[in-house]
């Protein structure tokens, strides 16, 4: 198969609305924590001007935020590098967000709009900057460890209308990530297809397996033999692939009773 090396599937335009929406939501109670309490003297004198003031930030910081993460940084990084990619959008957010920082000082009044307004601000800027990219971090949303089988009368897993057409009615054994591709170790061979692991394992939904480490997802019913190498699991497959277990999965694999 000939490798084009695209760049990796960006999440749909839905999954960014709703990420967007939920750090928007946390940033603006902090926004708002912030100007009922007067947070670092900035905002205006009145309790509307600034709630007017920190919202305004707050909402421009979260939009930006989402934007860079998606649209910038590399889609893989955010699993594969989650850190680098935080700080990453920290440095790229600080000079727009002291600029607009220092617009929303100079319209409350605070000081003149100047190179050195805009220097004013910056570190505490920079502060606030990390410490909403953190919060949105902890609570953006993760992909499912697990997968569960469908009800009897359930449709299939919505993943197996991408099988290949040579792999159609075949057993999903597993799925593997290989930079910008997913390879399925089926009954009736391998193949590679375009997507992301995440993406895939949201629509797995519907077969009982797990993911076992951030390029793996394997069906439950096809695990031959665990062994272990040095201290880490390793699911045998049918076809002889091994799966690795992190040890970001492996907590909750052993506690569903995987090994």
């Known amino acids: 198969m000939t490798d084009p090396r695209p760049r990796a599937a960006r999440p749909p335009v839905r999954d960014v609305a709703r990420s967007w929406l939920r750090i928007l939501m946390v940033t603006l109670v902090v926004g708002a924590i912030l100007a009922v309490s007067g947070g670092f ?26 934007l ?39 319209w409350a009044g605070h000081w003149p709009l100047t190179p050195a307004g805009v220097w004013r601000n910056a570190p505490s800027t920079l502060a606030i900057t990390a410490a909403l990219a953190a919060l949105a971090f902890l ?14 009368d ?41 997507m992301r692991l995440g993406d895939a394992v949201d629509e797995l939904e519907g077969i009982e397996g797990a993911r076992t480490h951030r390029s ?7 695990v031959q033999r665990v062994e272990r190498d040095d201290g880490r699991a390793i699911l045998w497959l049918p076809d002889g692939a091994r799966a690795p277990v992190s040890r970001a999965y492996a907590k909750v694999l052993r506690a569903s009773g995987w090994f």
């Open 41 to 66: 003297g900035a905002g205006g004198v009145t309790i509307a001007s600034r709630l007017a003031y920190w919202l305004a930030l707050s909402a421009t910081g979260a939009t930006l935020g989402v």
């Open 139 to 152: 609570i953006r949303r993760r992909n499912p460890v697990e997968t569960h089988a469908a009800p009897s």
């Open 154 to 194: 359930g449709p299939p897993a919505r993943f197996l209308a991408r099988l290949p057409a040579r792999l159609a009615g075949a057993e999903l054994w597993a799925v593997e990530a290989e930079d910008h591709y997913l390879r399925l170790h089926t009954s009736l061979g391998q193949d590679l297809i375009l």
């Open 68 to 106: 860079v993460g998606v649209y910038v940084i590399p889609p893989r990084w955010l699993e594969r590098r989650p850190w680098v990619t935080w700080a990453v959008i920290v440095l790229v957010l600080w000079p727009p967000m002291s600029f607009l920082v220092a617009v929303a000082n100079a």
């Open 216 to 222: 793996w997802w394997v069906a439950r019913a096809a």
